[in-house]
């Protein structure tokens, strides 16, 4: 049996790294730009990048309503880090006018751990994925500050100033990464995705 179908986000980010680790996966990746290609495929990874710019974009390739009506009707979805604000029902200290697809009820703040040079790498446990921690890289990454009841915490940062914050999440078919699994070769995070969008 092959593997799901799953698309990236191809507005602007690491698309090609998601792509790569999601066919090390077992999945066939594509990248997705037109609304025609998201009605191809099983689940979607929103990936790091801007998170105004990807806004900006959604609206100008018209596949905010498409992508919408996919994360209503159930199609699993994973963003990392721009990709997690994206999926937040509140951002803090992002632009008036910055969309987001508002998958999951929780609420984010926006570059938390500071600017590009604050990047930073820790080891992060995260809850169904068996193994030693996760080897996370934060590049001008946002936490999450708040979520609802429906909302699943996977990971929290286990050391150093922002020990605690919550970093990984999962609502139902939804799931959110502060940091960027794509960039570690560490295929844990898109086998869970891909197990996931199996399961839909």
């Known amino acids: 049996m092959g ?3 799953i698309g990236v986000l191809a507005l602007q980010g690491d698309v ?16 997705v730009r037109r609304p025609a290609e998201l009605d191809a495929v099983d689940g979607l990874v929103i990936p790091g990048g801007e998170s105004t710019t990807i806004s900006k974009l959604a609206d100008i390739f018209e596949m905010r309503e498409p992508i919408d009506k996919r994360i209503a009707g ?3 979805v994973y963003g990392s880090c721009a990709g997690m604000i994206m999926l937040a029902t509140e951002v803090l200290d992002g632009r008036p006018d910055q969309r987001g697809f508002a998958g999951i009820e929780m609420t984010v703040r926006r570059n938390a751990f500071g600017r590009q040079v ?29 979520v609802g009841d429906g909302v699943e915490v996977l990971g929290r940062v286990s050391e150093g100033p922002a020990a605690e914050r919550i970093v990984a999440v999962r609502q139902g078919n939804l799931l959110a ?4 699994p794509e960039l570690t070769g560490d295929l844990r995070l898109h086998r869970y995705f891909v197990d996931l969008v199996r399961a839909a």
Do not use: N
Request: net charge negative.
């Open 177 to 180: 990464t502060s940091f960027h």
């Open 118 to 146: 604050d990047s930073f790498e820790a080891p992060v446990e995260i809850a169904g994925v068996a193994g030693e921690p996760f080897h996370a890289v934060f590049i001008r990454a946002p936490w999450v500050e708040r």
């Open 3 to 5: 593997g799901p179908t």
């Open 74 to 76: 159930g199609m699993p």
């Open 16 to 31: 090609r790294e998601h792509v790569a680790a999601l066919v090390g996966a077992g999945a066939d990746a594509r990248p």
